[in-house]
C-alpha cells in the first residue's frame, strides 16, 4: 500500500454519564456466545487451528445469534467480526506457544459500535440502541477542539471511525488520509537503554547534528516497580489471592507512568523535528529473540527496555503530522566502523575502536551513523554527505531530571 493512500487512526477518551451497564452485559453475552459457536466447529490439522469462516456458517451464526438479540441487528455483525478478531489473535499466540489450547475469555466491558450505528452533527454523535426507540446522545465538546486542531478543520461524519462504549466513558476514534509534507533531511535513531541517540541530517543546509535525550527515568521507574513486585512476592507468597491483587495494582501503575512519560517525550520529539523523516532499527520480536538465553541478568535488563512502545509512539505521530517512518536491519550497526566497514568481534565498553583504521568515537554514536547509512543505500546513496559543520558532541536533553518528570512521584 502506498504511504499516500494510508488512512491514520487517532482515539480521543470521553467520559459519559448514561448507564448502559445492562446493554453492555447483553452485548458480552452475544460475543462470548458467538465465540464458543465459532471455537465448538473449529477443526484441527497437526494441532493447527482451522477456523471456520464459510458464508454459510456465517449466515449460521448470525441468525443464532438475531435470535438472542433484542437491539439493532448492526450489533450482531460488530460482535462477530470482534469474535473473530478474537479467535485469530488467540490462534496465532498458540501458534507461537504463547497460548493455551482453551477458549478466550473476555474479561473487559465494552461495546464496539459500527459507523452505521451513529450519526454526528454540529459536535454531538447520537448512537442507535434500539431503532427509532432508544438513541444514547454524546456531546464531544470536551474533545472538539482537539480534534478540528489535529485534523485542521472541522470534523465530519466521514472523519469518524468505530466508537467503544465503555461504562463510564467512550473511546471516540478518528482517521485522517496520510498527508505528505516536504522534508528538510531524516533522524537516524537508536533506542538504548538509558538514552535514545539520534543523528539529524540536514540535507538543504549540509548539516549533521547528534542529539541524545537521557531517558533513565524510565528505568529507574522499572526497577522501582521490580523491587517492588520482589517485596510483595516475598512476603505475600502463603496469601496468593492478595499477592495477585497487589502485582496488578503496581503492574497497572508502572504501565501507567511509562506510557505517560513515553507520550510525552514522543509528542515533544515531533513537534520539535516535523521536518524531518524517522529511521529505525528494525527490533520487531526483539525481547522473544533476546529471551531464549538462560542468563537471568540479561532477561531482567532485557524486560526494562522500551524499544518497540518508542518507535510505534514516535511512527504514529510522525505519520499524523505528515512526516515517513523507515525501518532497516539493525545488524552490526554499533560493530561497524562507519569509516573502513571493518566489524569488531566483541562490543565492550562505551567507545568504539576500530583496529584496522584507528577510528574511535562513542559506540552510540557509531551506531546512529550506521544506521543513518543503511538509510541512504536504500536510495543508491553511500555514505553521509561531506559537512563542514558536523557536530561529534552531543546535544543531552535530560528527561530524566528536567520540568517533564517534577510532578512524576513513585507510589
Same mark, same amino acid.
Request: without cysteine; hydrophobic residues 50%.
Given at each position: 500500500m502506498q504511504r499516500n493512500s494510508l488512512r491514520i487512526v487517532k482515539a480521543y477518551k470521553l467520559k459519559h454519564s448514561h448507564d448502559i451497564s445492562q446493554?453492555?452485559?447483553?452485548?458480552?453475552?452475544i460475543l462470548r456466545y458467538a465465540i464458543w459457536f465459532i471455537w465448538n466447529d473449529i477443526t484441527w490439522k497437526n494441532d493447527k487451528p482451522i477456523i471456520p469462516s464459510t #458464508?454459510?456458517?456465517k449466515r449460521k451464526l448470525r441468525n443464532e445469534l438475531k435470535s438472542r438479540w433484542c437491539y439493532a441487528s448492526h450489533y450482531v455483525d460488530s460482535a462477530i467480526k470482534q469474535a473473530y478478531s478474537i479467535l485469530k489473535s488467540w490462534r496465532k499466540r498458540y501458534s507461537k506457544g504463547k497460548a493455551e489450547k482453551r477458549i478466550p475469555v473476555i474479561k473487559r466491558r465494552f461495546v464496539r459500535v459500527k459507523s452505521t450505528l451513529f450519526t454526528y452533527s454540529d459536535g454531538v454523535i447520537k448512537v442507535t440502541i434500539k431503532p427509532y426507540e432508544e438513541?444514547?446522545?454524546i456531546g464531544l465538546s470536551p474533545i472538539i477542539d482537539r480534534i478540528s486542531k489535529d485534523l485542521g478543520r472541522y470534523p465530519c461524519k466521514s472523519d469518524f471511525g468505530e466508537l467503544?462504549?465503555?461504562d463510564n466513558e467512550v473511546i471516540v476514534t478518528v482517521r485522517k488520509n496520510f498527508t505528505r509534507r516536504k522534508v528538510k533531511g531524516f533522524i537516524?535513531?537508536?533506542?538504548?537503554? #538509558?538514552t535514545l541517540d539520534g543523528l539529524k541530517v540536514d540535507l538543504e543546509n549540509n548539516v549533521i547534528e547528534w542529539i541524545r535525550f537521557d531517558v533513565s527515568y524510565l528505568y529507574h521507574v522499572h526497577r522501582v516497580y521490580e523491587l517492588k513486585r520482589r517485596k510483595i512476592q516475598k512476603k505475600l507468597h502463603k496469601k496468593q489471592k492478595l499477592m495477585r491483587r497487589l502485582l496488578r495494582k503496581y503492574s497497572r501503575r508502572e504501565s501507567s507512568r511509562v506510557n505517560d512519560y513515553l507520550h510525552k517525550l514522543t509528542i515533544f520529539i515531533v513537534r520539535e523535528f516535523n521536518e524531518y523523516d524517522h529511521i529505525f532499527e528494525d527490533l520487531t520480536h526483539i525481547k522473544e529473540r533476546i529471551a531464549s538465553t538462560r542468563s537471568r541478568h540479561v532477561n531482567r535488563v532485557n524486560a526494562k527496555h522500551d524499544y518497540r512502545k518508542i518507535q510505534k509512539m514516535i511512527e504514529h505521530k510522525a505519520l499524523w503530522s505528515g512526516c515517513q517512518v523507515y525501518y532497516v536491519k539493525p545488524h552490526y550497526t554499533s560493530r561497524t566502523c562507519p569509516r573502513c566497514g571493518f566489524k569488531v568481534k566483541t562490543r565492550v565498553g562505551q567507545v568504539f575502536k576500530c583496529p584496522r583504521c584507528n577510528f574511535e568515537a562513542d559506540r552510540q554514536f557509531v551506531a546512529v551513523w550506521n544506521i543513518a547509512m543503511k538509510y541512504l543505500q536504500m536510495w543508491g546513496i553511500r555514505g553521509l554527505p561531506e559537512s563542514p559543520q558536523r557536530v561529534m558532541t552531543p546535544q543531552t536533553l535530560c528527561w530524566g531530571k528536567g520540568e517533564l518528570n517534577k510532578n512524576h512521584k513513585i507510589s
Open positions: 446493554f453492555i452485559t447483553d452485548y458480552l453475552n #458464508r454459510d456458517f438513541y444514547l446522545v467503544i462504549l465503555k537516524a535513531w537508536d533506542v538504548n537503554l #538509558r
